[in-house]
């Protein structure tokens, strides 16, 4: 139960008392400063606790974003201040100074008015105090303290004049979307959003429906027949409905939870990646063999995604941004079919399902395989080549933390980074652009030798190689322009090698087990990108060693490939995928459950 000290006296006619009782807060009322402190003292420690000053007027969405989101730990609003555990102790401390200082009182002495004005002292105290206070953007929304009753009377016709259910409405979508999201799923999933509220849903409930859907169309896919693949695309559009739900029901009714941040986040791969495996299987009943194609798609959308989550974490709070090519990117923007144009070239998540589910109707699995590998490409090449401009021509300084996380995505294993200890100091006197340079040129030189050589002992040389460039990549801490481009070349390195030894093995069930390998590595990368994101640092050191990192996954897997045969091969590759995937999921789902992360909600990927 939360609790709202409200102070000052009431007003005749405010619906304060029961617009915070809506929202789920015992009132309680403080006659002066000293009585709003013993108040706030009642209140147990982990529970939620607002001050309100009496005289508030406004909407009731206002005070929803300003006193109940739980990602912040400290929010305010214009006459309320609010504090979660997490920030319950500065609360109290900015409390007991505008006690100590006497109230603030005015010199009129017109105690009750100064203690109607002590949601806003604190707030001031707080930011004197250097506290992080969240202020939402309430936009049209009004949320203010009338002094005198003209004022309060404006105010009211204020409140009046405006929908604040249309606003919180509006505002559930997401304000930056891709084109197929925006007109022609946000129009009526937001209201499917309102409808799951009103009934009690949760987003994590829906969120569960839309993998639930969405692993029904790839069982329907899976069946080969057309009656499938036209029931398939119709289910992969209503999963992605009921994805763009999820967080819309998240912004309506600001439902963020861990558990809720880690099933968002990691669904939607499963579900794709599922779908993928489901027309690969559709596609061999019919005597079509495209499990090359579908572990193609899959290393390419991964390498996509890493490429963003690299991107970000590099420059999200680098210094000194001068660049001239996010400046034109940013002049770009703002001319409106420019917007729609750049958001749909990348192939957003919103256009990518569209495009699959669509062609899983009408054509093959073959031939959707071939469109979204291509348009993959294409996207890819746009997007990266940008922030390649971006990065060259930006005179900025990276942080710490930036190169903290690249090495964490880096993902490498205890034989790179004992290389990488060991070539430390020759490794400081390498120019900027050798560190992405000899990420490209090992992973390159592995999955080409697997490609042109087959299993065998030359692609175990070159495993070993490989391992010997990636110690070196990381070997100093990764800062340069260019330094994102490290992770995502270790990806392309360890799927190709996995993708082009399973082809080279040329018997059934090589490529399903690769798929099944890659999945559960992918995961595992993902995983490590959220944990970054929440600002829950990466996964225990323990679980890196015992997977290997992808140096050491990728020279076991050339060293099987050299010293067992074809259908041996495929053995262990399956009993390979199958304990990563067990250790990798055990320690996500003890890690995310046991809420060691903040509250948040994802908000989908760009790609």
Same mark, same amino acid.
């Given at each position: ?6 102070? /000052?006296?009431?007003?005749? /006619? ?6 915070? $009782? ?36 406004? +909407? ?127 129009? &009526? ?57 999820? /967080? ?7 439902? &963020? ?11 939607? $791969? ?5 779908? &993928? ?150 490794? $400081? ?37 490989? =391992? ?76 890196? $060693?015992?997977?290997?990192? +992808? ?45 060691? =992360? ?10």
């Amino acid at each position: 139960m939360s609790t709202a000290i409200l102070t /000052g006296q009431p007003v005749p /006619g405010s619906s304060i008392e029961g617009d915070l $009782r809506s929202l789920g807060f015992e009132v309680r009322t403080a006659a002066d400063a000293a009585d709003a402190e013993t108040l706030l003292a009642q209140v147990p420690g982990d529970q939620r606790v607002a001050v309100v000053d009496a005289r508030f007027v406004g +909407h009731v969405h206002a005070l929803r974003l300003g006193l109940t989101d739980p990602r912040f730990p400290l929010a305010a609003i214009p006459g309320a201040v609010t504090a979660q555990p997490a920030g319950r102790q500065a609360l109290t401390r900015a409390m007991a100074r505008e006690h100590s200082a006497g109230g603030g009182a005015p010199a009129d002495g017109d105690t009750a008015l100064a203690v109607a004005g002590l949601a806003d002292r604190v707030v001031a105290a707080l930011d004197a105090d250097g506290a992080s206070v969240h202020r939402p953007e309430l936009g049209s929304l009004v949320a203010t303290v009338p002094t005198d009753p003209q004022t309060r009377n404006e105010a009211r016709q204020a409140v009046a004049a405006v929908d604040d259910e249309a606003i919180r409405l509006k505002s559930a979508v997401k304000a930056r979307d891709g084109f197929f999201t925006t007109f022609f799923i946000s129009p &009526y999933s937001r209201y499917i959003a309102r409808w799951c509220a009103r009934r009690g849903l949760t987003p994590n409930q829906v969120t569960t429906a839309s993998l639930l859907t969405a692993l029904i169309a790839a069982g329907c896919a899976a069946t080969g027949t057309r009656g499938g693949f036209v029931a398939a695309g119709v289910l992969l559009i209503a999963s992605f409905v009921l994805d763009c739900t999820d /967080g819309q029901l998240a912004r309506y009714s600001l439902q &963020y939870s861990t558990l809720g941040a880690w099933l968002d986040a990691t669904f939607d $791969r499963a579900k794709e990646y599922a779908y &993928y495996a489901g027309l690969a299987l559709g596609a061999a009943r019919g005597g079509d063999d495209v499990w090359a194609l579908a572990l193609g798609a899959m290393v390419l959308q991964t390498c996509r995604h890493v490429v963003d989550f690299s991107f970000n974490e590099a420059n999200h709070d680098a210094t000194a941004n001068t660049s001239p090519t996010a400046a034109l990117s940013d002049k770009l923007d703002s001319v409106g079919w420019t917007v729609w144009l750049r958001r749909m070239i990348v192939l957003p998540i919103g256009e990518r399902w569209a495009m699959i589910a669509v062609l899983t109707a009408v054509t093959t699995p073959r031939v959707t395989f071939y469109a979204l590998l291509i348009g993959c490409a294409f996207a890819a090449t746009y997007t990266t080549a940008g922030r390649v401009l971006r990065s060259l021509t930006r005179n900025a300084q990276r942080t710490d933390r930036a190169a903290t996380a690249l090495a964490d995505l880096a993902d490498s294993g205890p034989l790179a980074q004992a290389l990488a200890r060991a070539v430390r100091n020759p490794a $400081r006197r390498l120019p900027g652009f050798a560190v992405p340079a000899l990420a490209l040129l090992g992973g390159a030189a592995v999955v080409a030798t697997a490609a042109f050589t087959g299993s065998g002992p030359w692609t175990v040389v070159a495993a070993l190689g490989y =391992a010997l460039t990636s110690g070196l990549a990381v070997a100093r801490p990764l800062k340069g322009a260019l330094d994102w481009l490290v992770p995502p070349f270790f990806r392309a390195a360890e799927y190709g090698t996995v993708l082009a030894l399973a082809v080279d093995a040329g018997v059934n069930g090589a490529l399903p087990a690769a798929f099944g390998l890659v999945a559960a590595v992918a995961y595992h990368h993902y995983d490590t990108v959220y944990r970054i994101r929440g600002n829950a640092g990466a996964p225990p050191a323990w679980l890196v $060693r015992a997977t290997g990192g +992808h140096d050491g996954r990728t020279l076991l897997v050339t060293v099987l490939a050299a010293v067992l045969t074809a259908a041996q091969f495929t053995v262990a590759l399956t009993v390979l995928a199958v304990a990563v995937a067990l250790v990798v999921l055990v320690e996500s789902i003890r890690f995310w459950v046991s809420a060691g =992360a903040p509250a948040v909600h994802d908000e989908g990927e760009p790609a």
